[in-house]
Structure formats: structure tokens, C-alpha cells
């Protein structure tokens, strides 16, 4: 019998209160799902950063046709999960343990004539810097020698002049220097400002193998920081050095004062010239006092790794540099670059004015961690003999056709 409602309930008010109670629907649950209501879903801005990634780590190979618009929704996802998704593109086209080290040396001090903000080789601050004329061959040679003896594998000379223009003996020590460089087995860089097409095939047959010139930043906040020399010059140099058939580097600096947006179009920069480039290099600003940046804050870490992670995105098969600013960076933080894409670094006894990460320091940390240098000429080959490795962090399973789909998370 169904139990009868209280006595002391007058009949028609207990119905009225039957009559008013709402019954719920039941939920569903799937087996062993303990929410008991509606699964939340993550917000269509996740979402969207979620596919611009899985599109992303999906390609075969470079493409320059990338609008700020994907970048930007590439830099812009959850950094875990963009850091995440870098590495598995890095371990698609690289060996995730061969880290370049290069060794830099200033063969030409300060007397500069440009105006760059960040730089105490300008003639126009008044930094400390004494200016002076370039050094010998034989002293490059020597420095060359002690960084390849210590696990340097590029060797990168730095002169500080606007360009190549009526230097025609410095042009022949420099083309000595590399020749010199270059017969003990290790790639040569050089960053000598402006360069026309006839000087970048001379450096070329001379054995040159990358030439370095950096856009800085994006094309809108370039005139920010630099007012003697337009963003189109230095476009018209990576191109001559292009022409040439030499390794084009060039990359930016972090902490200029600019924005996350101009990190998304120094990117896009890059990723959009006719090639892309062989390196990267990604500098955090030294602050240096008697210039006008000399106060400026330190870039934050999560900048540094956002953009390391973005451009081994989009620029897959580009050697990514550590460059400038790796002496503020813990080894933990080191590493996660490395984990994202990070392949190269600066390594020895200086910048071209500011401090490194010497050798002792980094061969430590390369045993600690199961790195190893990067062999000279090698990049190519030794994927070719490793075979190119799947995304060791991927899932793979099928998609319409049959192809292997991957996933980031």
C-alpha cells in the first residue's frame, strides 16, 4: 500500500504542494564520469588556439604564406600547452638532444655611427665602450682554435660599423679570417651591418658559411628603437646574402620596450621571406647604462619561451639561438627552451660587450641533461641517418583517409 500523505496536511493543500514540486530530469553519466551535471566545455578562444595548433604540427615542411592572424593565435595559446606542442614539432625535424654551439667574437669595437637604442657600440652614448681597430687575423685564428678545442662548432665575428661601403682592406682580412676559420672544420658566421650582392658573394667564396643581420622587431615598432637605418635596409641585406647562397641568420630581441604583438610580427617577418632563414637567433635585451634603453625592465622568462615555442612552429626546420640575455636564465629555464625548440646557443668566454656562458658551465649542464653538441655541416645528415623521428610525446591514431593524425594534448 503507498503511504498515505499526513493527517494533519488538509487533503487539498497536500495536493496543491504535489502539484508545484518541479521533478529534474535525470543526468546521464558515461561509465565511471563522476560530474552530475553539464561537462564543461573550455572556452572558444582555447578552442580556437587548440586547432590553430594541431594544424600546425601537422605540416611537412616550411611555408611562407603564414598570416599575423595564425601566428598571433599560435603565440597566444595556453603556454603549457604551445610549449607542448613546439617540442613535438622540434622532434619531427631535429634531433632533440644536438644543440649548436656557436662562439662569437667582436673583431672591430665601438665608433658605430647608427643610433640603435640597445647597443653600447654607438658612438652617439656614452656607454664606457673605447672604440678600437680591428684585430688581427692571426688573434681570430687563435680565438677560433681555443673555442673548437672546447666544443664550439660555429665560430661568429662581429664588426661594429653600418656597412661594408669603401672598407675594402677590412673586407680582405675578414675574407682571411674566414678562409682561416672555415679550414679548421667549423662553420663561419659573420655580422658586418649592410652588405651589397658583390660583398656577399666574395664572403661566400671565401667560405663564409651564414651571415647574421637581425630585424630587431616588428616592422611597426622598428622606428621605436632605430631611426638610421630602415627596416627595408636591413630586408635589402638578408636578401643580398640570400642571393649570394648563403645561410641567411636573423631573429630579434626581447625586452625593447614593444609589445606581444610585435613578437608575432617579428615572427611573421621571418616566416614570410622568400626562405626561411637557417637561424634564428632570440636575444633578451642587457640593459647597458648610457643608452636610452639602459633602465629598461628585464623581459620576463614566459616572453622568451613563448616566442622560442612560436617560431619553432612556424619556422620548423630553422636552427633556433639562445642568444643574448642566456646569463640571466636558469639552467631549468635553459632547458625548457631546449625542450620547445631551442637548438643553439651562445657559448665562450664573451658577447660582443656583455657576458656568456662559458664552456666549462655549459658542458656540465649538456652531461646533467644527455645534450650534445651539434656537429659542423652535420644537420642534414644526421636526422638522414637517424631517420626523422616521430613526435615522442604524440598519439597516433587514425583520420579520414588513413593518414596518421597527431595530437598535442
Not at 543526468?27 to 553539464?38: A, E, Y
Not at 578562444?45 to 605540416?59: G, P
Not at 662559458?358 to 641517418?385: C, I, N, Q, T, Y
Amino acid at each position: 500500500m503507498p503511504r498515505s500523505l499526513p493527517s494533519s496536511l488538509p487533503l487539498t493543500r497536500s495536493l496543491s504542494l504535489l502539484r508545484n514540486v518541479r521533478h529534474q530530469p535525470a543526468l546521464r553519466k558515461g561509465f565511471s564520469t563522476v560530474i552530475d551535471g553539464p561537462i564543461p566545455q573550455p572556452p572558444e578562444s582555447t578552442v580556437s588556439h587548440s586547432f590553430s595548433l594541431q594544424e600546425a604540427i601537422r605540416a611537412n615542411g616550411p611555408r611562407s604564406d603564414w598570416t599575423k592572424k595564425e601566428i598571433e593565435s599560435i603565440y597566444n595559446s595556453p603556454l603549457m600547452k604551445l610549449a607542448y606542442a613546439a617540442g613535438t614539432v622540434h622532434r619531427r625535424f631535429h634531433d632533440p638532444s644536438s644543440i649548436q654551439m656557436c662562439t662569437l667574437m667582436n673583431i672591430k669595437t665601438g665608433g658605430c655611427s647608427e643610433d640603435c637604442s640597445y647597443c653600447a657600440q654607438s658612438s652617439r652614448y656614452n656607454t664606457g665602450l673605447k672604440a678600437t681597430k680591428m684585430v688581427t687575423v692571426d688573434s681570430v685564428l687563435a680565438a677560433a682554435r681555443t673555442a673548437k678545442e672546447n666544443g664550439s662548432t660555429r665560430f661568429c665575428m662581429g664588426a661594429a660599423w653600418r656597412d661594408m661601403r669603401g672598407r675594402k682592406t677590412n673586407l680582405r682580412n675578414i675574407k682571411e679570417m674566414v678562409n682561416g676559420v672555415r679550414e679548421m672544420g667549423m662553420e663561419v658566421c659573420v655580422t658586418l651591418g649592410m652588405i651589397d650582392l658583390e660583398q656577399a658573394r666574395e664572403l661566400k667564396e671565401a667560405g663564409l658559411t651564414a651571415y647574421n643581420h637581425n630585424v630587431d622587431t616588428s616592422r611597426e615598432f622598428y622606428p621605436s628603437v632605430i631611426t638610421t637605418r630602415t627596416y627595408d635596409e636591413r630586408l635589402q641585406t638578408i636578401e643580398n646574402v640570400r642571393q649570394a647562397g648563403l645561410n641567411v641568420c636573423t631573429g630579434g630581441i626581447l625586452g625593447l620596450g614593444e609589445k606581444r604583438k610585435d613578437h608575432v610580427g617579428l615572427i611573421h617577418t621571418v616566416a614570410t621571406l622568400p626562405s626561411h632563414p637557417e637561424s634564428f637567433p632570440v636575444n633578451t635585451l642587457v640593459p647597458i647604462k648610457g643608452t636610452p634603453l639602459g633602465d629598461n625592465a628585464p623581459s620576463p622568462f614566459d616572453a622568451t619561451l613563448r616566442t622560442i615555442s612560436t617560431a619553432r612552429i612556424v619556422l620548423p626546420r630553422t636552427i633556433i639561438r639562445i642568444a643574448a640575455g642566456r646569463t640571466t636564465l636558469s639552467e631549468e629555464q635553459q632547458v625548457l627552451c631546449f625542450m620547445a625548440g631551442a637548438n643553439a646557443i651562445f657559448t665562450g668566454e664573451k658577447m660582443l660587450t656583455t657576458e656568456c656562458n662559458g664552456w666549462d658551465e655549459d658542458k656540465v649542464m649538456f652531461e646533467k641533461w644527455g645534450l650534445h653538441p651539434m656537429r659542423s655541416f652535420k644537420r642534414g645528415a644526421e636526422m638522414a641517418e637517424q631517420g626523422t623521428e616521430l613526435p615522442i610525446f604524440a598519439e597516433a591514431g587514425s583520420s579520414e583517409g588513413g593518414a596518421q593524425k597527431l595530437e598535442v594534448f
